[in-house]
Nanobody, 127 residues
Framework: QVQLVESGGGLAQPGGSLRLSCAASGFAFSNYGMSWARQAPGKGLEWDWVSGISSDGLDKYYSSFAAGRFNVSRDNTKNILYLQMNNLKPEDTALYYC??????????????????WGQGTQVTVSS
């Protein structure tokens, strides 16, 4: 069955960096677009899309708050999705999770275009 397991979260200081990983199994990883989304504490928005990447890794997409600070990438030989987060801000504090797209060429913000997601990894940005 499809499994998505995130790791790499933790406590970072403002201005610091973290790299998140998402290990995928149970499906042909290289055939699907993937995204990162987040859920901030105390906020009802469960799907706050962060960034997405096409199946071949050539097309990358970012939300306005992630552009210029975050970088999404993937290793299709290892079935791993990454999110490099730089210049972290306290408002980046959230549970970050990866999501599997329904198609190879879609990696945008619409939640309905994703059919599996992981349990998430907590990112806390605080001094």
């Amino acid at each position: 069955q499809v499994q998505l397991v995130e790791s790499g979260g933790g406590l970072a200081q403002p201005g610091g960096s973290l790299r998140l990983s998402c290990a995928a199994s149970g499906f042909a990883f290289s055939n699907y677009g993937m995204s990162w989304a987040r859920q901030a504490p105390g906020k009802g928005l469960e799907w706050d899309w962060v960034s997405g990447i096409s199946s071949d890794g050539l097309d990358k997409y970012y939300s306005s708050f992630a552009a210029g600070r975050f970088n999404v990438s993937r290793d299709n030989t290892k079935n791993i999705l990454y999110l490099q987060m730089n210049n972290l801000k306290p408002e980046d504090t959230a549970l970050y999770y990866c999501a599997k797209g329904r198609k190879s060429d879609y990696a945008g913000p619409w939640r309905a275009e994703y059919n599996y997601w992981g349990q998430g990894t907590q990112v806390t940005v605080s001094s």
